[in-house]
């Protein structure tokens, strides 16, 4: 029922900058945190940068400084902006929503997007 899709991935030079939105759509009545994580070829999937609904963020130590992520609450809307892009960047990034409440139930479910491939690369 819940539906993410992603934008803003693609090919950057270093020191480059994207920015990366996930729009959560569906009979959504609540979202409790979102957040991006990505996956590097031969590695595991890692949180870049959450925000729950306190607004109190969280990044990981390797991001710190150059990625800001922020929400729009009234569009269901995560974004992800990064600056200063390194190779070790590249990854394929993954939105995802925390503790989802769909209009009409109590059920708290997380969701998961298809990825968007960020590449960072001379």
């Known amino acids: 029922q819940v539906q993410l899709v992603e934008s803003g991935g693609g090919l950057v030079q270093p020191g480059g900058s994207l920015r990366l939105s996930c729009a959560a759509s569906?009979?959504?009545?609540?979202?409790?945190?979102m957040g991006w994580y990505r996956q590097a070829p031969g590695k595991q999937r890692e949180l870049v940068a959450g925000?729950?609904?306190?607004?109190?963020?969280i990044y990981a130590d390797s991001v710190k400084g150059r990625f800001t992520i922020s929400r729009d609450n009234a569009k269901n809307t995560v974004y992800l902006q990064m600056n200063s892009l390194k190779p070790e960047d590249t990854a394929v990034y993954y939105c995802?929503?925390?503790?989802?409440?769909?209009?009409?139930?109590?059920?708290?479910?997380?969701?998961w997007g298809k990825g968007t491939l960020v590449t960072v690369s001379l």
């Open positions: 925000i729950p609904n306190s607004g109190n963020t």
């Open positions: 569906g009979s959504i009545r609540s979202i409790n945190a």
């Open positions: 995802n929503t925390h503790g989802v409440i769909a209009l009409g139930t109590n059920n708290a479910m997380d969701f």
